[in-house]
């Protein structure tokens, strides 16, 4: 795709934008001047970019567009569009499934959810998409990795599982707290924990184990690692969690 259009310049919408404009082949890519102070940043950065007039300019001039603003903003941003039924539309709102969104913008164009995080600025996020559309495909595999999904029920799963990245970044945290509560320098904590956690996330590229064995592998019986999460981590924990999770995704459904 040459032509590529985002209504909606928060955090995703720019990861996408840099993400394709940082590549070697850049599309054109048209921002809808919402979200205005970041619309100028990425079209001054950028010559593939420009800021169009209004919503509608950015659906003309485009042959994929990317919804991406907040779910409660979505009838005020959408109201009066036209969208043609040559347009393919990629709806990234949380929550919005696809029927809602065709009934908002009257229209029979494809329409395909994608979950895209804020990584595909380095080409380096898997996106969840449904349903599976070679154009909207190719795009978010150029991005990073593509995961067509069967259902809006598997949809919406993938969808709630990218409600626990704050709880990561928290926990980190924490940790980072703690340490700094025993006297060690908030800096030095920080840089240890950050250095402790991208090893970690370096061990997930092996896909030749399991998480389950990747836990197992980094733990040995009656060890620290086995001491912190029996005691943290137990049962009731993973109740909780598994609770918050269905009663989230009771919410997206």
């Keep these: 795709m040459k032509r590529i259009g985002i209504i909606g310049a928060g955090e995703i919408g720019r990861a996408i934008v840099v993400g394709l404009?940082?590549?070697d082949e850049s599309p054109s890519v048209f921002l809808s001047p919402r979200g205005a102070r970041t619309a100028a940043e990425l079209s001054a950065r950028y010559e593939e970019v420009q800021v169009c007039a209004d919503n509608?300019?950015?659906?003309?001039?485009?042959?994929?567009?990317?919804?991406a603003?907040?779910?409660q903003d979505r009838h005020e941003a959408l109201a009066g569009l036209k969208v043609d039924d040559d347009r393919i539309v990629v709806n990234v709102m949380a929550g919005v499934a696809n029927e809602d969104l065709r009934q908002t913008l009257a229209t029979d164009a494809p329409l395909v959810r994608a979950i895209p995080l804020p990584a595909v600025c380095e080409r380096r996020s898997v996106t969840v998409t449904h349903p599976a559309h070679p154009a909207v495909d190719s795009l978010f595999e150029y991005l990073g990795g593509v995961l067509p999904v069967a259902d809006e029920a598997a949809f919406n799963v993938f969808s709630a599982l990218t409600g626990t990245l704050t709880t990561h970044y928290r926990y980190l945290a924490t940790l980072t707290s703690w340490a700094a509560d025993q006297g060690v320098a908030s800096d030095d904590a920080d840089r240890y924990i950050r250095g402790l956690f991208q090893g970690i996330g370096r061990a997930l590229s092996d896909e030749t184990r399991s998480l389950h064995q990747l836990a197992a592998d980094h733990e040995t019986p009656n060890g620290n690692n086995e001491r912190i999460r029996t005691a943290w981590f137990g049962p009731d924990n993973a109740q909780a969690l598994n609770?918050?999770?269905d009663d989230l995704l009771d919410d997206l459904t």
Excluded at 56 to 67: F, G, L, M, P, Y
């Design 21 to 23: 404009c940082d590549g």
């Design 56 to 67: 509608q300019d950015v659906v003309d001039r485009s042959e994929v567009v990317i919804i």
């Design 69 to 71: 603003v907040r779910r």
């Design 243 to 245: 609770k918050a999770l």
